[in-house]
């Protein structure tokens, strides 16, 4: 199969869909790579790299699409990119398509096979291609809360730590999955005070257990909700529906019970947002205020140490994508699992969240396959 990867577009994204250790690993596998040039370099890879692992190097984003049958990104699609996509291709990459209407008319029209890493399951009912981005996500939304904090950068200038006789900042961490667990190993690792709130008792055992009880962990319900964000000085939103929009679990009435200057941090921004006044941003613009509580919705976290990430993204898409150039589409009746992320295909949505938080009809893909 002919696999392309073209240069991320999304402002402030730096990852990249393919190292050139994965591309060496394609070539391997008897596949023809083609890398649009500079693809790699805010990971840290030159075209020279990919070059040496067996990739050709294209001089636009066009020639990648036109010349492959795989495509394979870190990020969802952009407005640019919406007419290079056709029917012959298969789209491997991260799509969130519940808060986007626009990008899922995009790939419909297109007729592509688009295959999402954040549906791809696992036998355990995990996420395999979210939870590397969910770890780093995690870890970062603690490093942007302790410098919101400042007061330069507008926060209430409170030492994230403590010092003695001080007390530190006070975390609470809304969700306790794999983007909630690092948040608060790393916040707990740094010196602050955490509290997670989760559903899951077995989970909740887990966080007590990997922490040492240094984690206070509650229930999750609008009662604790309520009684823990005054006393809250970051909020982390943590929380995620596969395929479908995040919840809302705080209200723009509530910020009025929280600190002024205290800091909403929300990682599940990517599928909507979990706080009801958050709104995209990027690295260069991360924050804005309202009600006198600190907004950070950056949209790609993971895109502020692209190497780290995109090293990491690899490690977890490798076997799936290959298994994709290796068969087509034949893998997702091989796997039910990475048939879990085929969100869209000729024209039909094809996964059941995404499809009803569009309120859009969902198509059984092997039904739509077998009409093809």
Same mark, same amino acid.
């Given at each position: 199969?002919?696999?392309?990867?073209?240069?991320?577009?999304?402002?402030?994204?730096?990852?990249?869909?393919?190292?050139?250790?994965?591309?060496?690993?394609?070539?391997?596998?008897?596949?023809?790579?083609?890398?649009?040039?500079? @693809?790699?370099?805010?990971?840290? $890879?030159? +075209?020279?790299?990919?070059?040496? !692992?067996? @990739?050709?190097? /294209?001089?636009? !984003?066009?020639?990648? $699409?036109?010349?492959?049958?795989?495509?394979?990104?870190?990020?969802?699609?952009?407005?640019?990119?919406?007419? #290079?996509?056709?029917?012959?291709?298969?789209? $491997?990459?991260?799509?969130?398509?519940?808060?986007?209407?626009?990008?899922? %008319?995009?790939?419909?029209?297109?007729?592509?096979? @688009?295959? /999402?890493?954040?549906?791809?399951?696992?036998?355990?009912?995990?996420?395999? #291609?979210?939870?590397?981005?969910?770890?780093? !996500?995690?870890?970062? /939304?603690?490093?942007?809360?302790?410098?919101?904090?400042? %007061?330069?950068?507008?926060?209430?200038?409170?030492? $994230?730590?403590?010092?003695?006789?001080?007390?530190?900042?006070?975390?609470?961490?809304?969700?306790?999955?794999?983007?909630?667990?690092?948040?608060?190993?790393?916040?707990?690792?740094?010196?602050?005070?955490?509290?997670?709130?989760?559903?899951?008792?077995?989970?909740?055992?887990?966080?007590?257990?990997?922490?040492?009880?240094?984690?206070?962990?509650?229930?999750?319900?609008?009662?604790?909700?309520? &009684?823990?964000? =005054?006393?809250?000085?970051?909020?982390?939103?943590?929380?995620?529906?596969?395929?479908?929009?995040?919840?809302?679990?705080?209200?723009? &009435?509530?910020?009025?019970?929280?600190?002024?200057?205290?800091? #909403?941090? +929300?990682? !599940?921004?990517?599928?909507?947002?979990?706080?009801?006044?958050?709104?995209?941003?990027?690295?260069?613009?991360?924050?804005?205020?309202? &009600?006198?509580?600190?907004?950070?919705?950056?949209?790609?976290?993971?895109?502020?140490?692209?190497?780290?990430?995109?090293?990491?993204?690899?490690?977890?898409?490798?076997?799936?994508?290959?298994?994709?150039?290796?068969?087509?589409?034949?893998?997702?009746?091989?796997?039910?699992?990475? @048939?879990?992320?085929?969100?869209?295909? %000729?024209?039909?949505?094809?996964? =059941?969240?995404? /499809?009803?938080? #569009?309120?859009?009809?969902?198509?059984?893909?092997?039904?739509?396959?077998?009409?093809?």
């Amino acid at each position: 199969m002919r696999v392309g990867c073209p240069r991320e577009i999304k402002t402030n994204e730096h990852r990249v869909g393919l190292t050139p250790a994965a591309v060496r690993e394609y070539v391997a596998h008897g596949h023809a790579v083609v890398m649009e040039t500079s @693809a790699g370099l805010g990971a840290g $890879f030159s +075209d020279a790299d990919y070059v040496k !692992a067996g @990739a050709r190097i /294209a001089p636009d !984003a066009r020639t990648v $699409f036109a010349g492959s049958d795989m495509i394979v990104k870190v990020k969802e699609l952009q407005p640019t990119e919406f007419s #290079l996509l056709n029917d012959g291709h298969i789209l $491997f990459t991260y799509l969130h398509l519940a808060p986007d209407p626009e990008q899922t %008319k995009a790939l419909l029209a297109s007729g592509c096979a @688009a295959v /999402a890493y954040e549906t791809v399951t696992d036998k355990n009912g995990g996420l395999p #291609l979210l939870a590397p981005m969910s770890e780093v !996500a995690g870890r970062i /939304a603690v490093f942007s809360a302790a410098e919101t904090l400042l %007061k330069h950068k507008g926060g209430m200038g409170l030492l $994230f730590c403590g010092v003695p006789g001080v007390a530190p900042a006070r975390v609470l961490v809304l969700g306790g999955g794999v983007v909630g667990l690092n948040a608060a190993r790393m916040a707990m690792g740094l010196g602050a005070e955490v509290v997670v709130l989760e559903r899951s008792i077995p989970r909740m055992r887990q966080i007590d257990e990997v922490t040492g009880g240094r984690v206070i962990t509650r229930y999750s319900s609008l009662h604790a909700i309520e &009684d823990e964000l =005054p006393k809250a000085d970051v909020v982390i939103g943590a929380v995620l529906t596969p395929g479908a929009e995040a919840p809302t679990l705080v209200r723009r &009435d509530q910020l009025a019970s929280m600190k002024k200057g205290s800091v #909403l941090i +929300d990682v !599940a921004i990517d599928q909507g947002g979990c706080f009801e006044t958050s709104r995209p941003t990027t690295h260069d613009q991360p924050t804005y205020v309202v &009600d006198d509580v600190i907004h950070y919705c950056v949209g790609n976290m993971p895109g502020a140490v692209p190497r780290t990430s995109s090293e990491a993204l690899n490690n977890a898409t490798l076997p799936f994508g290959l298994a994709l150039a290796d068969r087509g589409l034949e893998a997702l009746r091989a796997d039910p699992h990475l @048939a879990k992320g085929l969100n869209v295909l %000729k024209g039909e949505i094809t996964h =059941p969240a995404v /499809a009803q938080a #569009l309120g859009m009809e969902w198509r059984d893909p092997f039904g739509v396959w077998a009409r093809s």
